[in-house]
């Protein structure tokens, strides 16, 4: 039982960095297509994209914690 705890605590602290490795990739893609096709808004909407993508990978990663118990 207390190592199952501390397998939920290590998963729930990595949470921060696959969020900041979703959104750094999205927005790395969203900088390299701006420049590839001469825009100023494809960045921010990668940005966004990669905000809600990494908020699903969360939410779905807390249910399955959540499910475990």
């Known amino acids: 039982m207390k190592n199952n705890k501390y397998n939920k605590w290590l998963a729930l602290l990595t949470i921060p960095f ?3 490795v979703v959104i750094f990739g ?3 893609l969203g900088v390299f297509l ?3 096709y001469q825009t100023h808004y494809i ?4 940005i966004l994209l990669g905000v809600f993508v ?3 990978f ?3 990663q807390v249910n399955q914690i ?4």
């Open 18 to 20: 696959q969020m900041g």
């Open 26 to 28: 999205f927005n790395y």
């Open 34 to 36: 701006d420049e590839k």
């Open 43 to 46: 960045q921010k909407l990668s």
């Open 54 to 56: 990494a908020l699903y």
């Open 58 to 60: 969360v939410i779905k």
């Open 66 to 69: 959540n499910k475990g118990e």
